[in-house]
């Protein structure tokens, strides 16, 4: 059995996280932080100031969290003082941030930490990582959409899907949305739309003369990327101290 915290209980995520842990054999739920103290699924949940309390007391195996990154790095400071493994969704994390997460996690504790949990998008990500080489003489245009009520922009799925072109065809200057005279040079133009309830859609479109060739994810329910974390919080479990991509538990490297 997996014992489970869910920080950011009542968000979006992680109270669609909490009840699917409550449905997944092999996951216990035991509590959750949130911004409001409260219950969700008869579990308690506690404010920041009561985490170390909250994960004495429970003795969680696994902590996830899908919050924003202030609050993301406040929880996995805990989690590694508690030896507990990590599954980290929140995206939006400053360079300052990923470093204080590196110091913890490094050597303490087990942490899958993914700016997507969906398996297709990590499939997308390794299609691209293998089509960006052959079409490095094309110009490069990616896309994001997103619900209305998202903070972070560009996505952390784009950003990674950045990441992964600088490694594939050389990094280039992003240019994030046009207005005015512009001429394009050798770039990357990231663009970003927020509206409705739109889950995530990513899309990158290489184009030359007379054709492009798009390559795009769109998920349809965040049920998709709620079952990823479950998958990876039961994976994450006894796995050795180091932060691992989603694509580790896959399988996917190739
Ligand atoms: N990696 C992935 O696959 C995915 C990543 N995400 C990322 O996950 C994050 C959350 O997304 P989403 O669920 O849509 O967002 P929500 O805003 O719905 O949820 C975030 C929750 O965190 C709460 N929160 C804020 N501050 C704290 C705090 N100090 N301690 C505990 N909880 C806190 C918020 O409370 P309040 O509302 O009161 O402020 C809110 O309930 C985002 O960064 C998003 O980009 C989302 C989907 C998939
Ligand atoms: O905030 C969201 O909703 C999502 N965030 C992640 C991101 O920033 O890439 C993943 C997913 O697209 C949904």
Not at 4 to 29: K, P, W
Not at 81 to 93: D, M
Not at 190 to 208: L, N, P
Request: glycine content about 10%.
């Amino acid at each position: 059995m997996t014992k489970v915290v869910v920080s950011g209980a009542f968000g979006r995520m992680g109270s669609m996280i909490c009840r699917m842990v409550t449905e997944t054999e092999g996951l216990e739920l035991v509590g959750g932080i949130g911004n409001q103290a409260g219950t969700q699924f008869n579990v308690e949940v506690v404010k920041s100031e009561e985490i170390d309390r909250l994960l004495t007391e429970q003795q969680p195996d696994v902590l996830i969290d899908f919050t924003i990154a202030s609050a993301a790095v406040t929880a996995i400071q805990a989690a590694t003082r508690h030896h507990v493994g990590l599954v980290v969704g929140t995206t939006g994390f400053s360079d300052a941030q990923q470093r204080q997460i590196r110091d913890a996690v490094e050597g303490t504790v087990p942490a899958v930490i993914s700016t997507n949990f969906s398996i297709g998008v990590n499939i997308f990500w390794q299609i691209l990582r293998n089509a960006a080489p052959l079409l490095s003489e094309y110009d490069i245009e990616v896309s994001e959409a997103h619900h209305r009520h998202k903070k972070d922009a560009p996505s952390g799925t784009a950003k990674t899907i950045l990441s992964i072109l600088d490694e594939a065809v050389g990094e280039r200057e992003k240019v994030y949305g046009r207005e005015g005279i512009t001429e394009r040079k050798n770039e990357i133009g990231v663009h970003v739309f927020r509206g409705g309830d739109i889950v995530g859609d990513h899309a990158v479109t290489f184009a030359k003369n007379f054709e492009s060739i798009t390559l795009s994810h769109r998920a349809y329910d965040r049920a998709v990327l709620v079952k990823g974390a479950l998958i990876a919080a039961a994976w994450v479990h006894g796995k050795l101290p180091g932060i691992y991509p989603f694509s580790a538990v896959l399988d996917l490297e190739s």
